[in-house]
């Protein structure tokens, strides 16, 4: 068989979608399966629903996809295209049957960084192909979770070494990390000739997870890892318990009802926003901050005129703002929001 879906499957997660059409590719009509490639869609369809790889969700139910034409409303050609109305409705009883959870939150967008170990040497993987990062960018579309490469420029070649990934040095990987903007990062180191792969999960907050794999070549490695990511994907997209955003007083006694919903507190945490121009201003600034031993920073995000300091810290918002505000021509907007313009 030779076909391909060429509209895949973003649209599917809509919650007042009941069918959905799906268009395969005939590029051989001699050697074309139309049942496999109904199977295909319905597998394809359920694995974006759930974030659940194929093999993981019939393991405990062999049978999950069998009788698939029954999830189809219609099928048909147009041309070299075959044209799958699938029932998504059926398609979601019959998960829902299997136990298989569906999932219906958003998905969390990862930055992938990579090394490998080549003879006695790490090196990061440039914007070359790497068959490993291609699997997961593949795996991306398939369930609907964007991840996206580093552009592996200067900056960013400057900004991280693969002794610092191997180090674990989490601040250099959510530093270097900073000017993409993307909450979670997974980081790759790959060991061919041991058959090994070690990855690194980051979140925001700088902590991370770690974990080992095997697998006798770059596709063995690559399953592997596609599982832990969409494990932890699902994770990181479950809803957070909310935390009430206390009431605060700016400088002038005048009451605040509550900070802004970007600003959102969490127990022993502050968000600091900074407006800048000059991004050498910035670093002093960080580094101004860290200087305190009152204050850890847990992560930094850069964008082109703002960023974002995550501090760990018991002070209160008043000894906070007196910290930041000691910094060198630092103008105060509103509470935890300063400009360096």
């Not at 006694?253 to 201003?281: C, F, H, K």
Request: proline share 5%; charged share 20%.
């Amino acid at each position: 068989m030779t076909a391909r879906i060429s509209l895949f499957l973003a649209c599917l997660l809509s919650p007042v979608a009941n069918a959905l059409e799906y268009r395969v590719d005939v590029t051989e009509p001699s050697l074309f399966n139309v049942e496999e490639a109904i199977q295909n869609v319905i597998v394809g369809a359920a694995e974006n629903l759930t974030g659940i790889p194929v093999t993981q969700m019939t393991t405990d139910a062999p049978d999950l996809f069998s009788l698939s034409e029954a999830l189809v409303n219609s099928y048909g050609y147009d041309g070299d295209t075959l044209i799958v109305d699938i029932d998504v409705e059926g398609l979601k009883a019959r998960l829902k049957t299997a136990e298989i959870e569906l999932w219906e939150s958003a998905r969390p967008e990862l930055l992938i960084w990579a090394t490998e170990e080549r003879g006695l040497e790490r090196l990061m993987v440039g914007p070359e192909s790497n068959v490993i990062v291609d699997r997961l960018l593949a795996a991306s579309e398939r369930f609907g979770v964007p991840m996206q490469r580093p552009l592996m420029d200067l900056e960013d070649t400057l900004a991280l070494s693969p002794a610092e990934i191997w180090g674990e040095f989490a601040g250099a990987v959510t530093n270097a990390s900073a000017r993409y903007g993307l909450p979670h990062i997974l980081v790759i180191g790959d060991r061919p000739a041991r058959q090994a792969l070690k990855y690194w999960l980051y979140d925001s907050s700088g902590d991370f997870r770690s974990g080992d794999l095997s697998g006798v070549d770059e596709d063995a490695r690559a399953n592997a890892l596609i599982e832990v990511v969409m494990n932890y994907a699902r994770s990181a997209s479950e809803p957070q318990e909310a935390v009430p955003s206390p009431a605060f007083v700016s400088r002038d006694n005048t009451p605040l009802a509550s900070l802004q919903p970007q600003d959102t507190l969490i127990a022993g945490q502050w968000t600091v926003n900074v407006e800048y121009a000059d991004v050498i201003r910035l670093m002093g600034l960080i580094d101004h901050v860290e200087a305190s031993e009152s204050v850890l920073i847990q992560s930094v995000q850069v964008r082109a005129t703002d960023a974002s300091i995550v501090l760990k810290t018991d002070l209160p918002l008043g000894a906070t703002d007196d910290l930041i505000s000691s910094f060198a021509s630092i103008q105060f907007i509103s509470p935890l929001v300063y400009s360096l313009k």
